[in-house]
Nanobody
Framework: QVQLVESGGGLVQAGGSLRLSCAASGRISSINDMGWYRQAPGKQRELVATITSGGSTKYSDSVRSRFTISRDNAQKTVFLQMNSPKPEDTAVYYC??????????????????WGQGTQVTVSS
């Protein structure tokens, strides 16, 4: 089993900062791409940022220059530093990861199951 657990959400004022974390656990051999997604009420889940195992990053236009994605490969953790958040960033934030893990039949590669997410609320 592979599990993702997000944390760090909460209430933040516009212009403040918040740091989200997501830890992967299970019989993981390696993790390729990791990413953050978000889903606001009544909207579809959308991609926020991704990071490769080598540290290359991509961002959605709406968060570029304000948010920073990073990872700690040894801790199997991905972070999202949210600077100058806006009320429109209010959403449940989820992470995902492309993992290689050990099963009874050998190694397998999957997109890890979604975690429970962490709520971020930005007040104006």
């Amino acid at each position: 089993q592979v599990q993702l657990v997000e944390s760090g959400g909460g209430l933040v004022q516009a212009g403040g900062s918040l740091r989200l974390s997501c830890a992967a656990s299970g019989r993981i051999s390696s993790i390729n791409d990791m990413g953050w997604y978000r889903q606001a009420p009544g909207k579809q889940r959308e991609l926020v940022a991704t990071i490769t195992s080598g540290g290359s990053t991509k961002y959605s236009d709406s968060v570029r220059s304000r948010f920073t994605i990073s990872r700690d490969n040894a801790q199997k953790t991905v972070f999202l530093q949210m600077n100058s958040p806006k009320p429109e960033d209010t959403a449940v934030y989820y992470c995902n990861a492309d993992v290689r893990y050990l099963t009874s039949g050998g190694f397998a590669r999957i997109a890890a199951p979604w975690g429970q997410g962490t709520q971020v609320t930005v007040s104006s």
